[in-house]
Nanobody
Framework: QVQLVESGGGLVQAGGSLRLSCAASRRTFSSRAMGWFRQAPGKEREFVAATSWSGGNTYSYYADSVKGRFTISGDNAKNTVYLQMNSLKPEDTAVYYC???????????????????WGQGTQVTVSS
């Protein structure tokens, strides 16, 4: 069983930065993409960003709400992924979840149902 472990959440003022990290417990697990989703109280889980690896290339995908502010990076060989969050806003407050998928079609990367493994979540709170 693969476990994803997140770290790096916390409380920050608006305009500040945080960096989330996620690592898979089993290095033999070969994911095709890893991503971040978030869920605010009373709202559905939503896509934030994903990164995929194919043919020696790395690709990144972002929700419109975080483009230009968040940067995803990762290491396929180590099954790790990071989310650098800058210029944080109160509306970014949510529990952030790391996820991994073995699907190779990028069409599905924004859809939580197509991720196979999930972390336990880490709270990010942005105060105004």
């Amino acid at each position: 069983q693969v476990q994803l472990v997140e770290s790096g959440g916390g409380l920050v003022q608006a305009g500040g930065s945080l960096r989330l990290s996620c690592a898979a417990s089993r290095r033999t697990f070969s994911s095709r993409a890893m991503g971040w989703f978030r869920q605010a109280p009373g709202k559905e889980r939503e896509f934030v960003a994903a990164t995929s690896w194919s043919g020696g290339n790395t690709y990144s995908y972002y929700a419109d709400s975080v483009k230009g502010r968040f940067t995803i990076s990762g290491d396929n060989a180590k099954n790790t992924v990071y989310l650098q969050m800058n210029s944080l806003k109160p509306e970014d407050t949510a529990v952030y979840y790391c996820a991994a998928t073995i699907i190779s079609d990028s069409y599905y990367y924004t859809l939580s149902a197509y991720y196979d493994y999930w972390g336990q979540g880490t709270q990010v709170t942005v105060s105004s």
